[in-house]
Each structure stands twice: as C-alpha cells, then as structure tokens.
C-alpha cells in the first residue's frame, strides 16, 4: 500500500509527458522495425543506431501493431511505473527497517533523480524509454541479490541487458566483481581482454572503441550532446557526482563485512566509468 500512495504521488507530481525527449528516439525505431526499409536513407539509421542492441524497439512495434500508438505506449508506460514501484519497495523493505521505508520511498520517488550532465537524463522519467522497463529490473535484480537469490538477480540484470545495454551493465559489473571476491582484479583483467579482442574482430558495439569521430561529427556532438562529454559538464553536475561518492565513502567507513566489499567495488565502478568516459570520449573521441 505504502508504495502504490507513493507511486500515485509521483504521477500526480511528474505526470505523463507524452511522446517527448528520447521517447521520440524508440519511436522511431519501433516504426523503422514496422516498416523496413522506410527510414533508411534518416541519418539516425543510416549507419546503423544503438536500435539493434535492445529488444525494446521491437516489442514497442509489435504492440504499436496491435493496439495502436496512443494505447500502446500509455500500456507500456504504465506497466513500467507498476514494475518500477514493486521493485523499489522489494528493495526498500530489504535495505531499510520498516520505520524508515516511508522516508526511503518519498525519496526514491518524489525527489529529482536526475544524473549525469546538464540535467538531461534521470531515472523512473515521465515519459517511455527502454530505460523505462530496463530500471525496474536493475532494482529488482538487487532485492534478489541481497535476498541472497543470485541466480534471479543474473538473470534480471541480463534482462536489463536486453533493453537497455548501459542500465544493466555497471549493476552486473559489480554483482560479478563481488561474486569474483579477491580475483577480482583477474576478472576484470579478463573482460579488458575480451573487450579488446572482439573490438580487434570488429565485433560490434566494441568495434566503434576503434572508430574516431572527425572533425564536424565531434562538433556536432559537443555543440548538441554536451551531456555525453565529461569535460563539459557544468560545476552543478559535478556537485552531484561528488556527493553521490561522498555518500558511498561514508557508508563504505560505516559499515564492515560484505556491504563494506559491495560498496568499495561500486565506489571503483563509478570512479572507473567517469574515467574511461573521458578516455575513450573526451580524449580519443570514439
């Protein structure tokens, strides 16, 4: 109960945004697996787009076929906003004591979730993406983890995966780190390596790590998409990336045992993404 009060609350707050910001994005992909061959000669498809290493296009066209535009995206809006307010009170009601669940939830669902640069992206958003239903799994995945059901939270995390590649990816990242224990460092040798020989075969998405964008592309992208280079992030969305590790820091020196392992892993994983974001974006441009 507790969580559908608070779920209404975040719709009555936020809203449904309709068919707006990278709802527009899957659209287009759901109409190009709709109709193919329509849209190849747009620029979004024309060398390819990140469409094919998600399912989501694809069930967004099939019940765009059976239902309709309209009833087809409010269905699956809907459904992520079910999913996303099970799984947090799953993991709400596994992390916190029941006197602090209420607080715990009002945050996760009525402050601003926004991350990264220039305010662009935030989780649970009003309108639908693949990170729509990629999130609520990504939640769930942790509940079951700390539930000490490992194989489920595997295979919701490679659900995520499905939809939306980067949501699952650094969540997955650290359950298998910690499941790695001391070798660790191996393991993450071993997917360096891996990484590296299927971009070597020109596998993608890894072989892109090797393309460089030219001069006018990397114009566009920093005059456009500043949210995706680091270096241009503005001092507020920094302020934010600061306090989300002093958070980890200080919780990391609170506790002892595994949650004090889990934390210093996802405390590298953070550290690690900004730095490669900058490596392989800002630096070499791929």
């Known amino acids: 109960m507790l969580c559908v009060f608070l779920l209404?609350?975040?719709?009555?707050?936020?809203?449904?945004?309709?068919?707006?910001?990278?709802?527009?994005?899957?659209l287009g992909q759901a109409f190009n697996q709709l109709y193919p061959g329509a849209l190849d000669s747009d620029l979004f498809f024309a060398y390819g787009s990140q469409g094919k290493f998600t399912l989501f296009p694809r069930i967004y066209a099939y019940l765009i076929a059976q239902l309709g535009l309209e009833t087809a995206t409010f269905v699956l809006y809907g459904l992520s906003k079910c999913l996303y307010g099970a799984a947090l009170a799953m993991l709400i009601l596994r992390v916190f004591p029941p006197s602090y669940a209420f607080w715990a939830a009002a945050g996760a669902l009525l402050l601003p979730g926004f991350y990264g640069g220039w305010g662009v992206f935030?989780?649970?958003?009003?309108?639908?993406?693949?990170?729509?239903?990629?999130?609520?799994?990504?939640?769930?995945?942790?509940?079951?983890?700390?539930?000490?059901?490992?194989?489920?939270?595997?295979?919701?995390?490679?659900?995520?995966?499905?939809?939306?590649?980067l949501q699952?990816?650094?969540?997955?990242?650290?359950?298998?780190?910690?499941?790695?224990?001391?070798f660790w460092v191996a393991a993450l040798l071993i997917a360096a390596l891996a990484v590296s020989v299927l971009a070597a075969l020109s596998i993608e998405p890894f072989s892109w790590l090797l393309q460089r964008y030219d001069e006018q592309w990397w114009e566009a992208i920093t005059t456009r998409n500043k949210m995706v280079v680091v270096s241009l992030w503005r001092t507020q969305d920094w302020a934010i990336v600061v306090a989300d590790l002093a958070i980890v820091a200080y919780f990391l020196r609170q506790c002892g045992g595994e949650v004090a392992r889990r934390l210093s892993v996802l405390l590298l994983l953070i550290i690690a993404g900004l730095a490669l974001s900058w490596l392989l974006g800002d630096l070499l441009r791929s």
């Open 168 to 182: 699952g990816l650094v969540p997955l990242a650290l359950l298998l780190l910690v499941l790695a224990g001391r």
């Open 122 to 165: 935030s989780y649970n958003e009003a309108f639908l993406t693949s990170r729509s239903l990629a999130e609520p799994l990504v939640l769930a995945a942790l509940a079951c983890w700390l539930h000490q059901r490992v194989l489920l939270a595997l295979l919701l995390l490679l659900a995520s995966l499905a939809l939306h590649p």
């Open 8 to 26: 209404l609350a975040n719709l009555l707050v936020d809203g449904y945004a309709g068919l707006r910001h990278d709802s527009l994005i899957y």
